[in-house]
């Protein structure tokens, strides 16, 4: 299920960046922002406007603020003018750099807020851009179990009673942290990396059946749950079917596909007497010493490959 996050207050925005409001006769509870990149303006300043994306952050450094310096009067004005009528969402000053009069005015005609930093215009723009990112995800929810195991994003999945909150539960109590039940929110923040979080509603709690709500952060303590994990790898719970061929090696890895991105993952078949946090503990450190570049798999390949060979010798 999408979630619709495709745009950010401004509000926010000044609250997370620490951002003077310069302009505190708008109101910035009614701008968004729905672009992650930012712009700073120098090409416009100097009036050309091919190509220029207006819904991004305008950010005004020491260059774009020395070269209006330059600019007499009637000149800044119109420049002003222009940048103002493109219907930017806002205008940033970084290193606490302060807009003339003449902006002041403007900005207020069409009600484009201006807001200031302290921070430099570069750490500035990597932060911001960063945490834009990350809000202005594609976001799916889905249902499942996000645990971290040994520093690895494990999503359990699988039907509704298969043992998914269980299987957490033990994992907890194995020392392992917990970051959401029953619902996952994912966000896609590159293509290389999703992220999981837990609804507000639902945070810290598990679910389990007989037994009822509980609360892990007050039972277990606050080491025992993580806010948000990167997800490195995908668990399925099934029930065993005697007539199903499991994969026993491991030669070849499978893969789901969350919102693009394809994150490995096992089929893990449930009997009576199976140890599921034991089970998921090993794939979690199996998949680290695969990522340092450690197959047991292919090791054992390898071995009876030269065995043959021998016996060929």
Known sequence: MKLGNNEVQLTKIV??????NLTPQIDTDTKYVTQPDVNRPALQLAGFYDHFDNERVQIIGYVEEAYIETLDRATRVQRYRQLMESNIPCLIFCRSQQPDQDLLEIALKYEI???SSDASTSSFMAEIIRWLKVQLAPTISIHGVLVDVFGEGVLIMGESGIGKSEAALELIKRGHRLVTDDVVEI???SDETLIGTAPDITRHFIELRGIGIIDVKSLFGVESIKETQGIDMVIKLEDWDKDKEYDRLGLEETYTEILGNKVVSHNIPIRPGRNLAVIVETAAVNWRQRKMGYNAAQELYN????NLNKGLE
């Open 303 to 306: 071995r009876v490959q030269q």
């Open 187 to 189: 966000k896609k923040v």
């Open 15 to 20: 609250e997370k960046m620490g951002l003077t």
């Open 113 to 115: 807020p201006l807001l």
